[in-house]
């Protein structure tokens, strides 16, 4: 059985290394990774799976701002290949989505598949076109989850950065293509 923590600052390499293996290089072009291009991760957010003692998933959180309000986006999310349908994520999700309630968080959005974020509450946000990203995204990957009572449904406008903490990326905004990888 998997058991979570908070990442480490001496994760990272297997935080890279199993994020490369999921997502490969092209993940870099995706809105969701451009929306993250110069803003810091949440290192309160930040947990990671363990199995016998070695590191098999991590998820992060990064702050947004939708229509001119503060949310979550999630991701990446990355399990091991060879454990993947082993609900490694799935409670590596709900471990971090409690957390993130916790901290008095209120939504939280993503890119994905409805199938498996739906297991932990994700929806897609409808109706289509209320909250928009820039970049192509398919309107019907982009899901959201209330942390607390009415709050996705509170949300519309356009998804955006909620502020850059790295100010060469600042100097490059509005979300210019990433240059390395």
């Known amino acids: 059985m998997a058991t979570y923590r908070s990442e480490k600052p001496e994760d990272g390499p297997a935080i890279d290394a199993l994020v490369r293996q999921g997502f ?4 870099y072009a995706k809105t969701a990774y451009r929306l993250r291009e110069g803003v810091g991760f949440l ?26 309000k503060s949310a979550l986006m999630l991701g990446p999310l990355a399990v091991r290949n060879e454990l993947r349908g082993q609900g490694i994520g799935i409670g590596l999700m709900e471990h971090s ?9 209120r939504a939280v959005l993503l890119v994905g598949d409805e199938p498996y974020y739906g297991r932990v509450g994700f929806k897609a946000v409808k109706p ?9 995204v398919d309107c019907s990957r ?18 955006g950065r909620a502020h850059l903490d790295d100010p060469v990326a600042a100097a490059s905004a509005p979300l210019a293509v990433p240059t390395k990888q």
């Open 142 to 159: 982009l899901l959201g989850l209330s942390l607390a009572e009415g709050a996705l449904e509170s949300l519309s406008g356009h998804v």
């Open 128 to 136: 289509f076109g209320r909250i928009t990203m820039p970049g192509p």
């Open 24 to 27: 490969g290089p092209g993940r």
């Open 43 to 68: 290192s309160e957010l930040a947990f990671v799976a363990e199995l016998d003692g070695k590191l098999v998933a991590t998820v992060r959180y990064w702050p947004i701002d939708v229509g001119g």
């Open 97 to 105: 989505l409690s957390a993130a309630r916790q901290r008095g968080h």
